[in-house]
Nanobody, 124 residues
């Protein structure tokens, strides 16, 4: 199985910065992408940023110019990815979730593996 763990959330003032980390551990045959999603109270979960094994990245309009997603780094059974968030706004307040899009065995199916989330609160 794959375990995904996020960290780095917290309370920050508007205009501040945070760096979120995502670590996926387990036996992964192929990793297609890793994503950051967020969910604010009373709202649906939304995509923030994606990084693909090809090196390509994709951002939601709300994240463009302020957030930067790293490439995927693999070291044995641990895969790491980061989201640098700058110029944070109160509307960025949400639980941020990491998702790993992966295949565990050759010829197997691609699944999404989600972490438990990390809270980001932007407030003065």
């Amino acid at each position: 199985q794959v375990q995904v763990v996020e960290s780095g959330g917290g309370l920050v003032q508007p205009g501040g910065s945070l760096r979120l980390s995502c670590v996926a551990s387990g036996s992964i045959f192929m990793l297609n992408a890793m994503d950051w999603y967020r969910q604010a109270p009373g709202k649906e979960r939304e995509l923030v940023a994606q990084t693909f094994s090809s090196g390509q990245t994709n951002y939601a309009d709300s994240a463009k110019g302020r957030f930067s997603i790293s490439s995927i780094s693999r070291d044995n059974a641990k895969t790491t990815m980061y989201l640098q968030m700058n110029s944070l706004k109160p509307e960025d307040t949400a639980v941020y979730y990491c998702n790993a899009v992966a295949m565990l065995t050759a010829g197997g199916y691609i699944h999404n593996y989600w972490g438990q989330g990390t809270q980001v609160t932007v407030s003065s």
